[in-house]
């Protein structure tokens, strides 16, 4: 996923109602968020399908991770001859 573009990449409510097709497009092609505003403050932002999956994929993979360096600190681990034994 690229970076936001301050001047294509925010846009109203009503811009976005006029020209949803085109900036659906647009957001799927250049992987770049598409920040939607209501009354002045953002309120949504779009990705694509495939960037989505990127950020969700990635944010399991840091959870995991997060999840085993907590096990190693509580001392919730296996030497290699305790886990050759258990399987």
Known sequence: MKSIS??????????FKNKASKMLHAVRHSHRPLVITQNG?????????????????????????????????????FSDEELDSEL
Not at 6 to 15: A, F, G
Not at 47 to 73: C, H, I, K, M, N
């Open 6 to 15: 301050i001047s294509q990449d925010i846009v109203s409510l009503s811009d």
């Open 41 to 77: 403050k953002a309120a949504a932002v779009l990705l694509s399908p495939s960037d989505y999956d990127f950020l969700t994929e990635q944010a399991r993979f840091v959870d995991a991770v997060q999840r085993g360096l907590a096990d190693v600190q509580e001392g919730r681990v």
